[in-house]
Structures are given as structure tokens and as C-alpha cells.
């Protein structure tokens, strides 16, 4: 049935395309053979209560209507997407056909996430011209839809599909600019984490499933770290620096901590204890500052009393509106990065 099943290749009826193929590969089919074939595809699936519970090789799309695929033909399960990855992997780097994406139904055109037939997002397409600071080394941040002259429920839809991902533990594919305007990369990515403040997605990439990303606050607070001198130094500060935002944006919402500017376009992730004095990337050193505030904080016109989160100032004429640190979300950083800060 497994080979049956692998010629047909895409979604299959069982009176229509199974039987009929069954019939002409079949040898000494006997009488019973049509039930002997449903009685397999079923108890292979545990799709449907004939399910013998070991072997989980058919998956019956819509209940009842007997059409069947091969789980590892199925674009919507694990086993499909990492099955089309074998086959985009052959190809090198960069030199991915439009026209092949498509062909494999990763793609189908219009906007930035496709998804597939199940309504789980399959792609999300980067052009690489919106926000090129987005992709670094380890994985993209995906900014959710947000397109005008449409109904919202459609973005609505597609950012739900991009969580289906995570909370099914799928991956995706990322589609990235080729090595000229008429070639495409792609990468296998997963939705590790996602925040509907900064409506962003962080997908990760790579060929198994990450690790879940584990809570800071039941992790112990370094707050410095001797880092690694850097060569290209200009290639990779935006790398890490991503993800950092992204942290950040996430643990604090998108309101400076000192005014009452809220636009993630307009605001910053700063470091409490500087990189340059080997700050860390932990969100707990962070802080959300709008472009001002944070030139304002990297020329020390300000201070924060690590005490009490008070904003202490000599003259205010830099806007500051709030007396404490105010977050969208209540969280604080950590008491040692705001010391070290206000003894230095
Ligand atoms: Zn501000």
C-alpha cells in the first residue's frame, strides 16, 4: 500500500484513484481484496478508529470522504515538510526556480505567508528590502501581516497560521532572496517564539527542532560576559543585536521607559551595562528606549536609581515624562545591570 500510495503521490480517493491502481499492480488479488485495502489504509491511521495503534503510515484528510495521502506526502505534517526539504536541499544555495516553489506548493504568490491546504502556514516570503536587519545568522524576525487594502481578518488568519506552527512544532519554510533577482534560497525555519506586542515571530533555523526557549527569570542573571573580538565587525553586530530586540521588545512591550512614545519603529533595545564594557544580550539587561532617550542614556544625561527605578535628571529639557521606569508590561531589569550603570 506504501508503494501504492508513494505513485499516486498527492491526495488520493479510495473508489476513485486507489482501487483502480491497486487492480492493475495487484497479482492474485483474491475476492476480498478491496476491503483487505481500505482494512490496511485504516488500520495505519491513526486518523480513524480502526487504527491498530502501531504503524502511522496514512492519514485521511476529511473523515468519512475517503481520500487518502501518505503522511510523508503530506505537506501539512512533520514528515511531508521535512520530505520537501530533502528535496530543496539538492539544490544549491541560491538557485531555487520560482517556478520550483511553486511546483512543490510551497508557494503560491500574493502576499508574505502562504499556507497550505490544512490552512497551516507553509512559507513566509522575505524580499529582503522592508527590513534587511531582520535575518541574522541563526533566523529571521518575521514581522506579522499587516496589509492595507484588505480585510484584517485576513491578517488575522495568517498570523494564526504562523502560531499553528509553533504550537504544532512544525517547520516552515523561509523564502529569501537568491543569488540574483531570479533565483530564490530557502531555509527550514521554526517558530520559536512570537510577540503580539512587537508583532513579531522569531523563527530559527536549521534542520532539527530547536530547544523551547526557556523563561529568563529561572535562569541566573549574568550580566557580563567576555565577548568573542569580532572581524567583521560591521557584518555581525546587527546579528545579535536582532535577536536582542527582539528579547527585549518582548519582556518590556513597545513603550519607551521613559516617555510615552509607543511605536516599535521608533523605539530601541539598549543595553544597561554597555557592550562595549562586555554587557550581555539578556533582555534582563535591557531596557526599551525611544531614539532620543536612548542617545540620551549612551551620553549619561540621565541616571536610574537601581533603588527605587527613579529617573534621575539635572535639567529637563530631554522630554522625560515619567519619574520612574514605566514598561508596558510591569517588568523591570535586573537590579544588578541598573547598579552597575549608577555606580559608574
Ligand atoms: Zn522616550
Not at 533582555?283 to 536610574?304: E, W
Request: glycine content about 6%; proline content about 4%; hydrophobic content about 30%.
Amino acid at each position: 500500500m506504501v508503494d501504492i500510495m508513494k505513485e499516486l503521490g498527492k491526495e488520493s480517493n479510495l473508489t476513485k484513484d486507489i482501487y483502480p491502481l491497486v487492480e492493475i499492480r495487484g497479482e492474485n488479488l483474491g475476492t476480498n481484496w478491496k476491503a483487505r485495502v481500505r482494512a490496511t489504509l485504516e488500520e495505519n491511521s491513526s486518523d480513524v478508529d480502526g487504527w491498530l495503534g502501531k504503524y502511522d503510515l496514512f492519514h485521511n484528510k476529511d473523515k468519512g470522504e475517503g481520500n487518502w495521502i501518505l503522511r510523508e506526502l503530506d505537506e501539512s505534517s512533520h514528515e511531508g515538510r521535512l520530505n520537501l526539504w530533502k528535496k530543496i536541499k539538492k539544490i544549491p544555495d541560491g538557485e531555487i526556480d520560482p517556478s520550483y516553489i511553486r511546483e512543490l506548493k510551497i508557494y503560491k504568490g500574493a502576499t508574505g505567508i502562504c499556507r497550505d491546504d490544512s490552512g497551516i502556514c507553509i512559507s513566509v516570503l522575505n524580499t529582503g528590502k522592508h527590513y534587511p536587519d531582520d535575518i541574522f545568522d541563526e533566523g529571521i524576525l518575521y514581522h506579522y501581516p499587516n496589509t492595507p487594502k484588505r480585510p484584517k481578518t485576513f491578517d488575522i488568519n495568517e498570523t494564526n497560521s504562523v502560531k499553528e506552527c509553533a504550537s504544532k512544532g512544525l517547520p516552515l519554510f523561509v523564502i529569501l532572496p537568491g543569488n540574483n533577482s531570479k533565483k530564490r534560497s530557502i531555509r527550514l525555519g521554526w517558530v520559536v517564539d512570537y510577540d503580539d506586542d512587537s508583532e513579531q515571530f522569531l523563527i530559527k533555523f536549521g534542520e532539527a527542532k530547536p530547544e523551547p526557549v526557556v523563561e529568563k527569570e529561572e535562569q541566573g542573571f549574568v550580566g557580563k560576559t567576555k565577548r568573542k573580538k569580532k572581524l567583521k565587525e560591521v557584518a555581525t553586530r546587527s546579528n545579535n543585536q536582532t535577536k536582542f530586540r527582539f528579547d527585549v521588545l518582548k519582556r518590556y512591550g513597545s513603550k519607551c521607559a521613559l516617555c510615552n512614545i509607543e511605536n516599535k519603529y521608533l523605539v530601541d533595545a539598549a543595553h544597561i551595562i554597555p557592550v562595549d564594557e562586555d554587557g550581555t544580550d539578556d533582555p534582563r539587561n535591557g531596557l526599551i528606549l525611544c531614539k532620543n532617550h536612548h542617545a540620551a542614556f549612551d551620553r549619561n544625561l540621565f541616571k536610574i536609581d537601581p533603588n527605587d527605578f527613579s529617573i534621575v535628571v539635572k535639567d529637563n529639557l530631554i522630554n522625560i515624562s515619567e519619574s520612574n521606569l514605566i514598561t508596558k508590561t510591569g517588568k523591570m531589569p535586573h537590579i544588578e545591570a541598573l547598579e552597575y550603570r549608577f555606580n559608574k
